[in-house]
């Protein structure tokens, strides 16, 4: 946790990937102690995330895909009542830059429009645990496997 507590004070605000909040939300016994120190980080007055609605939409389809219409809701209502948790709908630039992402690191396009999303908001952190995240060079990259 020492690289993470490293890592979360070089920065005040943050992309958050997808992972990071389904490790939260399924307690995930190896990850739910980073991912709570992250986003109780989030809510302190001074920090803040920047995330991507495709973040959300990529969290809702295995409740929607069980016909899980009350973990819709729950998701719905914890996600969206995270104080400093900002989430921004992609959009023309965030679209041009997610290109650039993509032609640039070869990344998938929900990835480099969480990215792109993260640089247009300003952010110089983003939590993952993808490594394949690393090699964007535009942020500072935390895969929660090394946050130890």
Same mark, same amino acid.
């Given at each position: 946790?020492?690289?993470?507590?490293? #890592?979360?004070? %070089?920065? %005040?605000?943050?992309?958050?990937?997808?992972?990071? #909040?389904?490790?939260?939300?399924?307690?995930?016994?190896? =990850?739910?102690?980073?991912?709570?120190?992250?986003?109780?980080?989030?809510?302190? @007055?001074?920090?803040?995330?920047?995330?991507?609605?495709?973040?959300? /939409?990529?969290?809702?389809? /295995?409740? =929607?895909?069980?016909?899980? @219409?009350?973990? !819709?809701?729950? #998701?719905?209502?914890?996600?969206?009542?995270?104080?400093?948790? +900002?989430?921004? /709908?992609?959009?023309? $630039?965030?679209?041009?830059?997610? /290109?650039?992402?993509?032609?640039? =690191?070869?990344?998938?396009?929900?990835?480099?429009?969480?990215?792109?999303?993260?640089?247009?908001?300003?952010?110089?952190? $983003? !939590?993952?645990?993808?490594?394949?995240?690393?090699?964007? %060079?535009?942020? @500072?990259?935390?895969?929660?496997? +090394?946050? +130890?």
């Amino acid at each position: 946790m020492r690289r993470l507590r490293s #890592f979360l004070a %070089r920065h %005040r605000l943050l992309a958050l990937d997808t992972n990071v #909040f389904v490790y939260h939300l399924e307690a995930n016994p190896r =990850y739910v102690e980073a991912t709570g120190e992250v986003l109780r980080w989030v809510e302190q @007055e001074g920090h803040g995330a920047a995330c991507s609605t495709i973040t959300l /939409a990529e969290l809702l389809v /295995a409740p =929607y895909r069980k016909g899980d @219409e009350g973990q !819709v809701g729950l #998701f719905w209502a914890l996600l969206t009542t995270i104080p400093h948790l +900002e989430w921004r /709908a992609p959009d023309l $630039l965030v679209a041009d830059g997610a /290109a650039k992402l993509r032609a640039r =690191y070869g990344l998938k396009m929900p990835d480099a429009l969480i990215v792109s999303t993260a640089l247009m908001a300003g952010a110089t952190g $983003l !939590v993952t645990n993808d490594a394949g995240m690393r090699k964007v %060079r535009e942020l @500072e990259v935390l895969v929660l496997d +090394e946050a +130890e």
